[in-house]
């Protein structure tokens, strides 16, 4: 069945440790995207890739990086975890609707605490 | 600058008891509003895309709408199930951005 996967779903980290966040999706979708979102609060565009090799910074300004090297993959990492980084880290992949727009598809997210 | 204002924050409901949930928009060229279901501690769940206004979408006990300024989210006869943060977000002409909203927190009570 095609979807789109994170891991882990829960993480607790120290501070100062290097973190992956791992999304894959099996729906062959070219662009994918990563969301960072706080309770209540509204989904924020941190980084997002347009094919292989291709990545780019979203709206929010983050310390975390990304690298697109197959098509299905799209790992978030940050080099130094620190308390503010403490959020949940959502993943999605789109594909063109017939209406011209690109639908965008979620995985089920990556909760972060960082003490 | 495109932005996206849901209301209410949070609407507590009876099972049974029809309502709407509101999203306003202001948007340079819209191409597309979308509304997205999500569970507490899961992702967004893909619902609806609307492309211009007059249009109207429904599944099972949910139906959308669109006018130029907003969008509804009408809930008929909702039963527990149907508790969740219903999120809006619009995609401009120019880019493959989405601009959330929110959302509005939904419970229905038996």
């Known amino acids: 069945e095609a979807d789109i996967y994170q891991t882990p779903r829960y993480l607790v980290i120290g501070t100062g440790k290097k973190i992956t966040l791992e999304c894959s999706q099996t729906?062959?979708?070219?662009?994918m995207y990563w969301y960072q979102q706080d309770p209540g609060m509204e989904l924020h565009l941190i980084h997002y890739?347009?094919?292989?090799?291709?990545?780019e910074k979203g709206d929010l300004s983050s310390e975390s990086t990304v690298s697109r090297i197959r098509t299905e993959h799209f790992p978030l990492t940050l080099e130094s975890a620190r308390p503010s980084h403490t959020s949940q880290y959502l993943c999605?992949?789109?594909?063109?609707?017939?209406?011209?727009?690109?639908?965008?598809?979620f995985g089920p997210g990556t909760r972060l605490t960082v003490l | 600058e495109d932005q996206v204002t849901q209301s209410p924050e949070a609407l507590r409901l009876q099972e049974g008891e029809s309502s709407s949930l509101n999203c306003s928009y202001t948007?340079?060229?819209?191409?597309?509003l979308f509304w997205y279901r999500q569970d507490p501690g899961k992702g967004p769940e893909f619902l609806f895309t609307?492309?211009?206004a007059g249009e109207e979408k429904e599944k099972e006990r949910l139906k959308a709408t669109l006018t130029k300024k907003e969008s509804f989210l009408h809930i008929t006869a909702p039963k527990p199930e149907d508790s969740a943060t219903y999120l809006c977000?619009?995609?401009?002409?120019?880019?493959?951005?989405?601009?959330f909203g929110t959302g509005t927190r939904l419970q229905v009570f038996p």
């Open positions: 890739s347009y094919g292989v090799n291709s990545t």
């Open positions: 609307l492309y211009s």
């Open positions: 999605a992949s789109s594909v063109m609707s017939g209406g011209g727009t690109d639908t965008q598809y």
């Open positions: 948007v340079s060229g819209l191409r597309g």
């Open positions: 977000a619009v995609q401009a002409w120019n880019t493959d951005k989405l601009i």
């Open positions: 729906m062959g979708h070219d662009k």
